[in-house]
């Protein structure tokens, strides 16, 4: 059998947690319970403040990459607007046109023309 593997063997017993603090002082574990408690919170706060610190980097990154889509969307439009600028002139088909020239008349389900074959070109 291995060495320590007999629950019989007694040459060796860790303290348990309970043995030792009996025999301190009640100040010395109170102190240790504070200090304990105190260490959690120091240990949480940091933790907090890291996370806070990696959400506002993440965050500049995003803000610095929206802006620089905002900057290149806005460069493209000028362009976009030039060019449709000089485009203008030379196009016939932007002539004013009136609301029944854009949106073709309406057909009822059962028209003539249906009754004809003949469809309306939309």
Known sequence: MAQGSDSNDTSYKSPSPGSRQSSDDPKKVMRREKNRIAAQKSRLRQTQKADSLHLSENLEKENAALRKEVKQLTEEAKYLSSVLSSHEPLCTGLAPQT???????????????QKFGVYPNF
């Open 99 to 113: 609301p029944d020239l854009l949106y073709p008349p309406h057909h009822s389900s059962y028209s003539t023309s």
